[in-house]
């Protein structure tokens, strides 16, 4: 069964453009013009991936990406904004609003290729490598891989998959630096290239959830010019971060 990609794109040309090698690559490919009827469709057809344009009429890519995160249904589904606006700013829009991959016009169709074939592996891998079933664990870490969650703390976090890999990508070289084209070869499945702010936003969001100050981070560290590193506590310092931790994260309590 050939894997299903929904195109949300308002421009017939580019539209048709982007359908037309998606198919020639062996996808089944299913369009929108418009942010109501492509939310209509990822509903209906729940795609393996889908591509959505951030400049859409009627309900903007943004909101719709918003949406499909909030709905439990689609919260899951890859999601890879294309859109002419290239600048950082927002490209962290996009990330911020759930989006997994951001690609900016005018791009190659075969790095487009690439990109959704990237997106549809780690949809079909374990989000482990051995086992769904195995459980990683490391001092007050555990990564619990069938319901992307982690134990912090002996607290759950949910985590959404891209988190997830991104966490188990740093737990795996604990106390190492990890980086950024490591980082987007593991995680996100492509070859690394120039940009490392989809790294950036990501961290930001697990830094949210897992540190009690996220604008001075003691666990997920930033080693400038070099990449991250996961920094965990040894048991002499666990008992004094826990009450630190639960205080930030008080709903966990």
Known sequence: MKPCVLLIEDDGDMRQLVARHLEHGGL???WAEDGIKGQALAMQLLPDVILLDLMLPKVDGLTICQRLRR???TARIPVLMLTALGDTKDKVSGFNS???DYLAKPFDL???????KALLRRCDRPPLVNSQQEILSYGCL????ERFEAIWFDQPVRLTHLEFELLHCLLQRH???VSPPLILKEVWGYEPDDDIETIRVHVRHLRTKLEPDPRKPRFIKTVYGAGYCLELPS??????LIPLVRQARPEAS
Do not use: I, S, Y
């Open 28 to 30: 089944d490919v299913h």
């Open 71 to 73: 709905d439990e249904r």
């Open 98 to 100: 759930g989006a997994d």
């Open 110 to 116: 075969e790095e487009l290729m690439a990109r959704v």
């Open 142 to 145: 555990t990564l619990v891989p």
């Open 175 to 177: 106390g190492q630096t």
């Open 235 to 240: 048991d002499e310092q666990l008992a004094q």
